[in-house]
């Protein structure tokens, strides 16, 4: 056979085999998935205040705390988002430090999303997870499951079964959308009452972690927890007329009236709101754990941010308390019940109230030039990595309805 015969006419080129089994259109270019549109009010810089100098200054602090060689995983609780932006974020924080995190939580998504959405979601998550892992910045034992944070109040839940296989938290972030008196539909457990499982689960702690709380704070959003956070203080008051006196003084009241003075305040929005409901967070904490009679701990306010997210008044709350275990505490058979539990320190009370005097109210914080430069190269840096439309997130900036901002 000649050479041309072989080569099909072409003397001196190879026969074409893959041509002739894939053909000879070239293939269509690769499509670039287009980069993300949709904001919510995280993705604001105001946001990214609470990220840099709450989540990653204390976290940060709770790993430098720790002896080198116990330093290697951070174990997280979390309710992201598909883009695990807290993640993301913490992850980068960490780096110095050698620390991968190893996190484990919920998210459901929203009952009425629709399908495509949740599947465009679940590409997202598993994008975000793998970029992580193959970074080196998280564990292969990080996990979020498809269930709501409140199921693992019920103890007969799958999320609570799940949780029971973990084991403690460094760090338990509750960074809810809603308010913490908020139960899904068809279903009696509430925001608190998972918190409430999840401070027993942490009861085997040895060494302290940080509780983050975010939620929504109105009068007419108190819910079934008011009872609770109004009782903590109120009994508080009763044991140590000092308290009282701190109480008043911090919502500009009178020992005299302070009974009118805490209803009006729990009545309606403001400071004096803000600064009730914070303290009945951090009182229900110290009841629990100082009512814990071998397992207690002592509780420290860290910090307490507030801001605008839906109305003309502050409405949401990011807290950050700091647990320090106490170790196992034997009492002696002689006690009985004399023994329960220490008393409430009253020193331990009346830090708090102090702290609230640093409330920070972070509406006005991005008039400051360095703070708002950090917050929004922080924000651009995230949803840059996170494959958002930079562009689109600067006009939906423009235009916000709380707080509009030129980039």
């Known amino acids: ?103 484990f939580g919920f998210n459901q998504g929203q009952p009425d999303e629709d399908p495509a959405d949740a599947e465009a979601e679940k590409g997202t998550y598993f994008s975000a997870e793998s970029a992580l892992r193959q970074a080196g910045k998280t564990t292969g034992n990080a996990v979020v499951l ?16 799940r949780l029971r296989q973990q084991g403690v938290f460094d760090v338990i972030n509750i960074d809810a959308c809603n308010h913490l008196g908020f139960s899904p539909e068809g279903r009696t457990q509430s925001l608190f009452d998972a918190m409430g499982t999840l401070l027993a689960h942490q009861l085997r702690a040895e060494k302290p972690w940080l509780l983050f709380v975010t939620t929504r704070v109105a009068p007419d959003l108190l819910g079934t927890p008011a009872i609770t956070l109004q009782s903590a203080i109120n009994d508080n008051i009763k044991l140590h007329p000092d308290f009282g006196g701190a109480v008043a003084q911090c919502i500009k009241g009178n020992i005299q009236t302070l009974a009118g003075d805490l209803n009006k305040s729990w009545g309606q929005n403001g400071e004096s709101f803000l600064k009730m409901f914070v303290l009945g967070v951090a009182k229900y904490l110290l009841q629990f754990f100082h009512g814990q009679p071998n397992l207690q701990a002592k509780v420290e306010l860290a910090s307490a941010y ?42 331990a009370a009346l830090a708090v109230v102090e702290r609230l005097s640093k409330l920070w109210l972070l509406d006005g914080s991005l008039d400051d030039e360095q703070v708002k430069s950090d917050a929004v190269l922080g924000t651009h ?7 958002y439309d930079i562009a689109a997130w600067e006009a939906w900036l423009k235009i916000h309805k709380i707080r509009p901002m030129e980039i």
């Open 1 to 103: 056979m000649s050479n041309t015969a072989a080569n099909g006419g072409d003397e001196g080129l190879a026969p074409d085999y893959l041509g002739g089994v894939y053909g000879e259109t070239p293939p269509p270019p690769l499509v670039r998935r287009a980069k993300k549109t949709d904001f919510a009010p995280w993705h604001h810089p105001v946001k990214q205040i609470v990220r840099d100098y709450q989540w990653g200054a204390l976290t940060e602090k709770l790993v430098q705390s720790r002896k080198e060689d116990a330093r290697g995983i951070l174990r997280y609780f979390t309710l992201p988002g598909a883009d695990l932006l807290d993640v993301r974020y913490l992850s980068k924080k960490l780096e110095a430090h050698n620390s991968k995190i190893e996190y």
């Open 381 to 387: 840096d995230l949803l840059d990595a996170a494959d």
């Open 146 to 161: 498809p269930d709501r944070l409140e199921d693992i109040a019920n103890p007969n839940s799958q999320a609570a079964n």
């Open 306 to 347: 507030a801001y605008r997210v839906y109305g003309d008044e502050p409405d949401m709350l990011s807290l950050a308390f700091r647990v320090s275990p106490s170790g196992l505490k034997v009492h002696p058979h002689t006690a009985g019940t004399a023994v329960v539990g220490d008393n409430l320190e009253l020193g």
